[in-house]
T-cell receptor, first 118, second 112 residues
Framework: GAVVSQHPSWVICKSGTSVKIECRSLDFQATTMFWYRQFPKQSLMLMATSNEGSKATYEQGVEKDKFLINHASLTLSTLTVTSAHPEDSSFYIC??????????????FGPGTRLLVL | QKEVEQNSGPLSVPEGAIASLNCTYSDRGSQSFFWYRQYSGKSPELIMS????GDKEDGRFTAQLNKASQYVSLLIRDSQPSDSATYLC????????????FGTGTRLKVLA
């Protein structure tokens, strides 16, 4: 149980294009989903927290107009990197917390999406 | 001051030994603590959660929590080379938007 998927796992795009990454909780409903970014040999950096049906909460320093987050249902959140540039190349990881129950605070991570912007 | 601190390592232990990973946190009101394992190039996977003072065992893993000392640890018994990874300590926030505060992780190397 508690499986989170991400799609795509790898994406290569040209500078200036937009990329959409999907995060799905496969066997549970997730009230809250999180988006992280991780550069090589660095720790996870939380970008934003999204709650189903409401606007995402972005961490300080994260451009909300560049990283668009939509959490349209209890099982799906999307991150769109708009007008991607080479410095946006990174490992993007989502996580999801169950909507209710004993393990409500536990975050389950997706496998990540590696983005390379040329 | 960092809110969740871990020694970055690497911590090297021989195969079969006990690996001890430590984490301290600054928010005295924290109630929920998590250990994740992250292999190079992969996303974190949950090892254990702990909410009460004392020990919690799951297979070869034991999490220990001491809220008075603001300290949480992870013991790995009979360490295997496959345990070589970065171990992340996470503490759930107690105010504002719910999220984790992660430590920077401890890199563990189990030597065959």
């Amino acid at each position: 149980g508690a499986v989170v998927s991400q799609h795509p796992s790898w994406v290569i795009c040209k500078s200036g294009t937009s990329v959409k990454i999907e995060c799905r909780s496969l066997d549970f409903q997730a009230t809250t989903m999180f988006w992280y970014r991780q550069f090589p040999k660095q720790s996870l950096m939380l970008m934003a927290t999204s709650n189903e049906g409401s606007k995402a909460t972005y961490e300080q320093g994260v451009e909300k107009d560049k990283f668009l987050i939509n959490h349209a249902s209890l099982t799906l959140s999307t991150l769109t990197v708009t007008s991607a540039h080479p410095e946006d190349s990174s490992f993007y990881i989502c996580s999801a917390s169950p909507a209710s129950g004993l393990y409500q605070e536990t975050q389950y991570f997706g496998p990540g999406t590696r983005l390379l912007v040329l | 001051q960092k809110e969740v601190e871990q020694n970055s390592g690497p911590l090297s232990v021989p195969e079969g030994a006990i690996a001890s990973l430590n984490c301290t946190y600054s928010d005295r009101g924290s109630q929920s603590f998590f250990w994740y394992r992250q292999y190079s190039g992969k996303s974190p996977e949950l090892i254990m959660s702990i909410y009460s003072n004392g020990d919690k065992e799951d297979g070869r893993f034991t999490a220990q929590l001491n809220k008075a000392s603001q300290y949480v640890s992870l013991l790995i018994r009979d360490s295997q080379p496959s345990d070589s990874a970065t171990y992340l300590c996470a503490v759930a926030t107690t105010s504002g938007t719910y999220k984790y505060i992660f430590g920077t992780g401890t890199r563990l190397k189990v030597l065959a």
